[in-house]
């Protein structure tokens, strides 16, 4: 998949990373693949609870329901599996867990709708926008997984909700919560990222015009210049976390491709390249954000063809294969071998997501 004409690959001064072979990376991919459709299994048979049809937020069981962020990263490897092994029982279990997942949506918020903290809580009060938009992100994957257009139905109606009631009509930028607490990137970078890809698939200028809205407020308002112009917190916090910039990478790919607009194009090269630069090759935070950096990452690659995108992941990916892996046979260490949460659904699931998205991405010719 590459837009008309090819992306104008930057010069990379200050950062390498050095890959194998061709034919190492190749047979990396295939143990990619093993890693992240065995994971799967186990996490189904350990984690899964068919009583109340979704997963546990822990194992063993503490009678706790999970958050959207502690099942976001299952879902994304339900559907990056399929994504990279097609199999009917693929397919099908990205089709089964994703109509299960529709138990987010908590009709009683704002009276019309939206995304609830935890998997299925009814008045729920007080919702979050990331946690939306990290739902919205996982229902494109299981589209790109099916073919299912319902799941560009749900993909659609959370980022209508996030529009209408988590952006700030009159001064911009996006709320956190329904509380309009403060603003913060997360949810705007998720919500750009769904717009632009809403409008690849559906040509729809609806979804264009969310998406530069968003992309025109973000330039204007959040742009770190310490941290070479990558997108920080808010208008007045420049905190900059690799996980925003990755969905901005990858909405700027996004737009790249439908609008054969170069300037998308080199924009997600420009903020991939300064975050080489800010961030360490192994970035020291935990596998769930990490992994939705690396995967924007990795979406540019497919584009652009530039390896050092791909570098970057899999050097994270290699770390994880020999660090993450508990004596229990669990992905429930950090990429560094030590343990995050013993027991908690997110952070073996983000590490065999990561593990999937690598499976999926053909390796550089060389």
Request: proline share 6%.
């Amino acid at each position: 998949m590459r837009p008309v004409g090819r992306l104008l690959a930057l010069v990379l001064t200050s950062i390498s990373i050095p890959l194998p072979s061709h034919a190492a990376l190749v047979a990396s991919q295939a143990q990619y693949q093993q890693f992240a459709e065995q994971g799967l299994v186990q996490m189904q048979k350990d984690w899964w609870n068919p009583k109340k049809g979704w997963f546990d937020n822990r194992f063993p069981d503490d009678g706790q329901l999970p958050s959207e962020w502690s099942s976001y990263p299952m879902m994304e490897l339900v559907a990056a599996v399929a994504i990279a092994d097609p199999t009917p029982d693929n397919v099908a279990l990205v089709n089964s867990i994703f109509k299960a997942g529709e138990n987010f949506w908590d009709p009683t918020i704002n009276g019309t709708g939206g995304i609830a903290w935890q998997w299925g809580l009814k008045y729920s009060g007080n919702a979050y926008f990331d946690d939306a938009g990290w739902w919205g992100v996982s229902y494109l994957d299981a589209y790109r997984a099916t073919g299912n257009i319902r799941w560009l139905w749900d993909a659609g109606r959370v980022l209508a909700y996030i529009d209408r009631y988590g952006w700030d009509a009159q001064n911009g930028g996006m709320w956190w919560d329904t509380g309009h607490a403060y603003k913060t990137s997360e949810p705007l970078a998720a919500a750009t990222l769904i717009a632009a890809t809403l409008y690849r698939i559906q040509h729809k200028k609806y979804y264009l015009n969310l998406a530069t809205k968003y992309l025109a407020w973000a330039d204007a308002k959040t742009e770190n210049p310490n941290a070479g112009n990558l997108y920080g917190r808010n208008a007045t916090d420049g905190t900059v976390m690799d996980y925003v910039e990755g969905m901005m990478i990858d909405a700027h790919v996004q737009l790249c491709l439908e609008t054969k607009q170069q300037s998308y194009c080199q924009q997600a090269e420009a903020i991939a390249q300064a975050s080489l630069n800010e961030f360490p090759t192994l970035h020291p935070w935990t596998p769930e954000p990490d992994t939705i950096y690396l995967k924007g990452m990795l979406d540019l690659y497919a584009v652009d063809g530039n390896p050092t995108w791909y570098a970057l992941a899999y050097a994270n990916a290699e770390a994880a294969r020999e660090n993450a892996r508990d004596d229990t046979g669990w992905w429930s260490k950090d990429w560094w071998g030590d343990w995050a949460d013993p027991g908690v659904l997110f952070t073996p699931a983000g590490t065999l997501e990561l593990f999937a998205w690598m499976a999926a991405a053909q390796p550089p010719a060389s």
